[in-house]
T-cell receptor
């Protein structure tokens, strides 16, 4: 049981380039999330999904896109990378709703992205 | 405005000593509060969860407390070890919508010296 896996671990992009951050979970969780973590700041929700085919915006969705074709995979797409997108990106999944008592989120190891 | 504030921002202690980290929140309506541990270069991992009716929860050397009236929580670490060096994040869930929302504190960076 690998939990939540993310690839790549590190990436450097030039301004204007695009890339996809991959996220896979093997816990059969319906709920999946993408966060970004800037130095000294709390995690901020970018996008989330409540099941295959269903996605919605979080706090900071601008400049990103997601898709959820399967329960396991939740890729995050960056179009036209900008220096403001330099951050560490975490994917997470949970068994139940965030408002539920058993809402523990399981996080991946993160992707450190630098845009120059 | 729903917020989670943690203090101190950073803390250095000697191995074997105890320490207490603080979390104040204004999130409403409150669902639960979790403490996560984030090792350098890793994703956060849940340590404890407390709902409105719980005021203490332990996980080994970690003990979390919750005062729902004053909207304060603390995480007490006993007999610290070098492996306790990490960022500790307080996360509060609301139940203001069907999905709910998580509010993350900025974390307390704990360093344990030998």
């Amino acid at each position: 049981n690998a939990g939540v896996t993310q690839t790549p671990k590190f990436r450097i992009l030039k301004i204007g380039q695009s890339m996809t951050l991959q996220c896979t979970q093997d816990m059969n969780h319906n709920y999946m999330y993408w966060y970004r973590q800037d130095p000294g700041m709390g995690l901020k929700l970018i996008y989330y999904s409540v099941g295959a085919g269903i996605t919605d915006k979080g706090e900071v969705p601008n400049g990103y896109n997601v898709s959820r074709s399967t329960t396991e995979d939740f890729p995050l797409r960056l179009e036209l990378a900008a220096p403001s997108q330099t951050s560490v990106y975490f994917c997470a999944s949970s068994y139940s709703l965030l408002a539920g008592e058993y809402n523990e989120q399981f996080f991946g190891p993160g992707t450190r992205l630098t845009v120059l | 405005k729903n917020q989670v504030e943690q203090s101190p921002q950073s803390l250095i202690i000697l191995e074997g000593k105890n320490c207490t980290l603080q979390c104040n929140y204004t999130v409403s309506p409150f669902s639960n509060l979790r403490w996560y541990k984030q090792d350098t270069g890793r994703g956060p991992v849940s340590l404890t969860i407390m709902t409105f009716s719980e005021n203490t929860k332990s996980n080994g050397r970690y003990t979390a407390t919750l005062d729902a009236d004053t909207k304060q929580s603390s995480l007490h670490i006993t007999a610290s070890q070098l492996s306790d060096s990490a960022s500790y994040i307080c996360v509060v869930s609301d139940r203001g919508s069907t999905l709910g929302r998580l509010y993350f504190g900025r974390g307390t960076q704990l360093t344990v010296w030998p």
